[in-house]
Structure formats: C-alpha cells, structure tokens
C-alpha cells in the first residue's frame, strides 16, 4: 500500500506570492490534516479534512487555507507568503474520524526569500 | 489549551537504555503517541497508549499514568539509529475529531 505522498518536495518563493502543496492520503483513509514544522515552534497543527469538509483548524491566519477532494486528496494554500513561512509542511492522514494513529508524507519544505 | 513537555536532547551510549519523559495537560485525552523523526525526514509511527500500563515493541516500549498526566518511551540496547528526535502527540478529543497535539521533541544522541 502505498504512504501519503506530497508534493512538490522542496520550493522557494518569494514574500508575497502564494504556494499550493498537495497531499494524496494513503489508500482508504479519508481523513487528512496538515502541519507545520519550524526548529522553533516544533510540530503545530493546521487543519483537519474529512469527506471534503474542514472538521478542525489551528491557530493560523486566514493565509492558510486548504480544502479537499471527493477522492480524499488535499491541497493546502498559503497566499501572502511571509519570510517567516519558511518550513517543513508535513501532510497526515488517517482512516477515518475514529482512526486512531496517523501516518505522515515526507513534506513539502517551503523556503520563501 | 494543551501543554505537552519533553527534555529538548538526551545523550546515552550505544548499548545503553534511554527513558523520554512527556507530561501533558489537555483539556481531552484519547491516547498517546510517540513518534520517531530523523533529520530532514517525516516522523513515523511507533507506539500509542490509551489505557494505563506499559506496552511493549520489540525494544521500545512506551507506558502511560493517565491520572498523572505523563507518559514516558523507553528504548533499550541503544542502536546509533536511534539517533534522532522523539516527538510525544496527544489526541485531543473534546471533540469527535480529536486532533493531535505534539511535544517539541527530543533530541536523543547515541554515542559509541
């Protein structure tokens, strides 16, 4: 079966433009959500996908946004990049509302200059 | 609000055992996950606790006292793979979503 795939893998953009990550979950798993990983603030939660409908959000402005598809796939958008943008974002997904563990991509790592 | 802890590095030998202590605060608990994350590479999964006790894999084992709010992950006959950051998640359920929380990490150095 194959993990939760992300793309593009690295990116570099420039403050003010805007960047789309996309995140395929595993096989069957419904749920996905998002995360942000900075060396100074660790592992912070952005938000959660099931059945294209967002069930939880962190505490992100509204420059974070995502959505999802009928066939579970996510995008996450950030628009007005900001220097301090810069990170790991890693996608997650799960089974189901009551799936208990999440299995991680391997990331998207945004550097915005 | 949720408040998950860990010491930031630990350093022990190869060979050697190594318990990771994470205390937690969370307005809702649904289990406890510990997550190993190499550098430049996505955390994988190794253990989860709901109920009190210890549960054993091979040689990590994670134990959790949900009354006291703590949880530890023990890693026996050190290994220099095991050198990387270990992350202590809770799974929030104060709603049916039950979104997970992460500790900062530790950093876990395994000399020779």
């Known amino acids: 079966k194959a993990g939760v795939t992300q793309t593009p893998r690295y990116l570099i953009k420039t403050r003010g433009q805007q960047v789309t990550l996309s995140c395929s979950p595993i096989?069957?798993?419904?749920?996905v959500s998002w995360y942000q990983q900075t060396p100074g603030q660790g592992l912070q939660f952005l938000f959660e996908?099931?059945?294209?409908?967002?069930?939880n959000k962190g505490n992100f402005p509204g420059r974070f946004s995502g959505r999802q598809f009928s066939n579970s796939r996510s995008e996450m958008n950030v628009s007005t990049l900001e220097l301090g943008d810069s990170a790991l974002y890693l996608c997650?997904?799960?089974?189901?509302?009551?799936?208990?563990?999440?299995?991680f991509g391997e990331g998207s790592w945004l550097t915005v200059v | 609000g949720q408040n998950i802890d860990q010491p930031t590095e630990m350093t022990a030998t190869e060979g050697a055992i190594v318990q990771i202590n994470c205390t937690y605060q969370?307005?809702?608990?649904?289990?406890l996950f510990w997550y190993q994350q190499h550098a430049g590479e996505a955390p994988t999964f190794l253990s989860y606790n709901v109920l009190d006790g210890l549960e054993e894999k091979g040689r990590f084992s994670s134990f959790l006292s949900r009354s006291k709010g703590y949880s530890y992950l023990l890693l026996k006959e050190l290994q220099m793979k095991d050198s990387a950051s270990y992350l202590c998640a809770v799974r929030d359920e104060t709603d049916s979503w039950g979104k997970f929380q992460f500790g900062a990490g530790t950093q876990v150095v395994v000399t020779p």
């Open positions: 969370t307005s809702g608990f649904n289990g």
């Open positions: 096989s069957g798993h419904r749920s």
């Open positions: 996908y099931f059945s294209e409908t967002q069930r």
């Open positions: 997650a997904s799960r089974e189901q509302k009551g799936g208990n563990t999440i299995y």
